[in-house]
């Protein structure tokens, strides 16, 4: 099982900026598929961003999109999430999740089969 390690989070103002990284490390399944997810306090983990290495395609969910950037290094060993423009509801624990191998739906948590510890972001108003 892929084992993912994010880090990168921090207490930040609102408008500022962070990047958060995601290393994948043991046996990585080869659909070169990544998800980045967040979870606020009494809050279900919500999809943030889906990148596909092989077909370049990337995805964003309504509340972040123009204001987050996912992407990846050549070896698709890390996923980075680039968060500009931070607002104080950006407010949670960040995971990156690896899909399961045959996954349908990229937007639902419980189509990831592992997931990282977490990293907190804290955006102050």
């Known amino acids: 099982q892929v084992q993912l390690s994010e880090s990168g989070g921090g207490l930040v103002q609102a408008g500022g900026s962070l990047r958060l990284s995601c290393v994948q490390s043991?046996?990585?399944?080869?659909?070169?598929?990544m998800g980045w997810f967040r979870q606020a306090p009494g809050k279900e983990r919500e999809f943030v961003a889906f990148?596909?290495?092989?077909?370049?395609?990337?995805y964003y969910s309504n509340s972040v999109k123009g204001r987050f950037t996912i992407s990846s290094d050549s070896a698709f060993n890390t996923v980075y999430l680039q968060m500009n423009n931070l607002r104080p509801e950006d407010t949670a624990v960040y995971y990156c999740?690896?899909?399961?191998?045959?996954?349908?739906?990229?937007?639902?948590?419980?189509?990831?089969?592992?997931w990282g510890q977490g990293t907190q972001v804290t955006v102050s108003s």
């Open positions: 043991g046996p990585i399944f080869s659909g070169n598929v």
């Open positions: 999740g690896a899909p399961k191998k045959y996954w349908h739906d990229y937007r639902l948590a419980r189509e990831y089969s592992s």
């Open positions: 990148i596909n290495y092989n077909s370049g395609d990337t």
